[in-house]
C-alpha cells in the first residue's frame, strides 16, 4: 500500500511515518510545505529507505497536488498538514483559514479528482483519513467549576450523547475509565464529569479549532455528496519526542534548561487528555487500513493532567536528570526548577477541560494507549535532554547522567 502523508515533517506526521516505514512493508509519500513547524531532522531514521519519499508541496496549491497524485498514485492519504498553534491562531488567524480550510478543500478536491479516474477495485479500497483534533468539541466541565451547566453543548450533562463516567448508559466501567486519569476523578461529583465522544457537538473556541471544525466539515460533505470514502480522526493532546518547542511540554524542557521563565497561562488549571505521540501513529495506521468509511474515531491517553500538573512533573524530572554540578539553574533558586514557574495573563477563550471518549476505537478496532503518563513523558524528557545536551548547548551539560 502507498500512503501520501501529508505534514509529515511535523510532530505527528513524523511519527506516522517513522511507524509505517519501521513497522509495516508500506510506502510513504511524505507532502510537506516544511513551514517553521516543519523538519526533516525527525525523519533521519527512515529517509534512505527506498519505500520513503518526499515532496516538498504547499497544500494551497492545486497544480502541484496534481502532480504528486498523478506522479504517485496513492492508495491512501493521512491528512495531517495544518497550521497547528493555538497563540499563533489568535495572533494571526489567516494562515490558518487558508491551510486547514482552502488547503483542506484543496486536497480533497485533487483525490477526489484522482479518486475518480480510478480502477473500480482501486476506487473501492481507496481511503481519505482526516486527522482532526478534540478541540472541534469546545470544552468540557471542569472539576472546579459548580457552574458550568449550560454553558454550551459539550458541557451539558444532561445531554443524551455525552459519555459520562460513572453513568450506566454507553459508558465503560469506572474502574476501566479511572486508572491513570489523576486528579480529575478523586471523588463523586468528579466521576460523573463527561467525556467527548463522536457524538458531541461541535463547539470549537478558537480560531485554529474553528478553523479544524470547518475542515472536518467539508470532509464530511465530501462523503455524502459525492461518496468519497473519508475517515475522520479527532485526538487528545500529544506529547513525545520532536515537538515543536512552542508547545507547552517542550517549552518547558527548553526554558528550564536554559533558566528562562516558565510561562503558566491563569492558574494552570486547565486539563488535557495528554496522549503519547507514538500511541497515536498506531491508532492512525489501524484507522487508516481498518477503518470504516464514514466513520469518525475519538483517540484519547486516559491522561487527565492539569496543565501545572504538568510542568511540576517536568521540574521534578529535570532536577532527577541534570545533575546537580551542572545545575546551575536549580542551584541558585531555592525552588529548584519550579522557581522559574510565572502565572500570565489567561489565554482568551480557554479552553478549561478536554477528555476523550476513546472506548469506540478501543472496541472497534482493537487499539488502546500503551505508554503511561508517567513513563511517556520521563521518556520525552530524556529524548530533549539528549538534543539539547549534544546538538544544541554543546558541551555545557556533557557530564549530565542517565539520559
Ligand atoms: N499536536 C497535537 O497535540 C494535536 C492533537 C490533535 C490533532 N492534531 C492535528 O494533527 C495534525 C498534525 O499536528 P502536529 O502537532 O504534528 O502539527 P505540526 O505543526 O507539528 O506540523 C504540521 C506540519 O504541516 C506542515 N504544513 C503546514 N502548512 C502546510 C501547507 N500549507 N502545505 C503542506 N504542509 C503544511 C508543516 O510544515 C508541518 O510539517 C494537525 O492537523 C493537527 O491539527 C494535533
Same mark, same amino acid.
Given at each position: ?144 467549576? /459548580?457552574?458550568? #451547566? *449550560? $454553558? +454550551? !453543548? =459539550? &458541557? @451539558? ?18 474502574? /476501566?475509565?479511572? #486508572? *491513570? $486519569? +489523576? !486528579? =480529575? &476523578? @478523586? ?217
Amino acid at each position: 500500500m502507498k500512503i501520501l502523508v501529508t505534514g509529515g515533517a511535523g510532530f505527528i506526521g513524523s511519527a506516522v511515518i517513522r511507524h509505517i516505514i519501521e513497522n509495516t512493508q508500506d510506502s510513504v509519500i511524505n507532502l510537506d510545505k516544511l513551514t517553521y513547524a516543519g523538519n526533516l531532522e525527525s525523519l533521519l531514521a527512515v529517509s534512505d529507505n527506498e519505500r520513503y519519499v518526499f515532496e516538498q508541496v504547499d497544500i494551497c496549491d492545486r497544480a502541484e497536488l496534481d502532480c504528486v497524485f498523478k506522479q504517485h498514485q496513492p492508495d491512501a492519504v493521512m491528512h495531517l498538514a495544518a497550521e497547528s498553534h493555538v497563540d499563533r491562531s489568535i495572533d494571526g488567524p489567516a494562515e490558518f483559514m487558508q491551510t486547514n480550510i482552502i488547503g483542506t478543500y484543496n486536497l480533497l478536491e485533487a483525490a477526489r479528482a484522482y479518486w475518480n479516474e480510478l480502477d473500480a477495485d482501486r476506487k473501492q479500497a481507496f481511503r481519505f483519513h482526516h486527522i482532526s483534533t478534540d478541540e472541534v468539541y469546545g470544552d468540557l466541565p471542569h472539576p472546579n467549576d /459548580e457552574s458550568y #451547566v *449550560g $454553558r +454550551g !453543548s =459539550a &458541557r @451539558q450533562m444532561d445531554s443524551e450523547n455525552q459519555s459520562c463516567v460513572g453513568q450506566p448508559s454507553g459508558c465503560q466501567s469506572d474502574s /476501566e475509565h479511572n #486508572v *491513570g $486519569r +489523576g !486528579s =480529575a &476523578r @478523586q471523588n463523586e461529583v468528579q466521576q460523573e464529569l463527561p467525556l467527548f465522544t463522536e457524538q458531541t457537538s461541535y463547539a470549537p473556541s478558537s480560531p485554529y479549532s474553528a478553523s479544524k471544525a470547518s475542515s472536518d466539515h467539508l470532509v464530511r460533505a465530501w462523503l455524502r455528496t459525492y461518496g468519497f470514502p473519508t475517515i475522520i480522526t479527532t485526538s487528545s493532546n500529544n506529547y513525545g519526542p520532536y515537538q515543536f518547542p512552542e508547545k507547552l511540554i517542550p517549552m518547558v524542557i527548553l526554558n528550564s534548561l536554559e533558566g528562562k521563565d516558565l510561562p503558566i497561562y491563569g492558574k494552570g488549571d486547565q486539563i488535557r487528555d495528554w496522549l503519547y505521540v507514538e500511541d497515536h501513529a498506531r491508532a492512525l495506521y489501524k484507522v487508516v487500513t481498518e477503518g470504516v468509511i464514514g466513520e469518525t474515531y475519538n483517540i484519547g491517553g486516559h491522561n487527565e493532567k492539569q496543565n501545572i500538573e504538568v510542568v511540576h512533573t517536568i521540574c521534578d524530572l529535570l532536577e532527577e536528570l541534570v545533575p546537580d554540578n551542572n545545575n546551575s539553574i536549580a542551584a541558585g533558586n531555592q525552588q529548584g526548577f519550579k522557581g522559574l514557574i510565572t502565572y500570565v495573563i489567561d489565554r482568551p477563550g480557554h479552553d478549561v477541560r478536554y477528555a476523550i471518549d476513546a472506548s469506540k476505537i478501543e472496541k472497534e478496532l482493537g487499539w488502546k494507549p500503551e505508554e503511561s503518563f508517567e513513563n511517556g513523558i520521563r521518556k520525552t524528557v530524556e529524548w530533549y535532554l539528549h538534543k539539547k545536551v549534544y546538538e544544541f548547548i554543546g558541551n555545557d551539560y556533557q557530564n549530565t547522567q542517565n539520559i
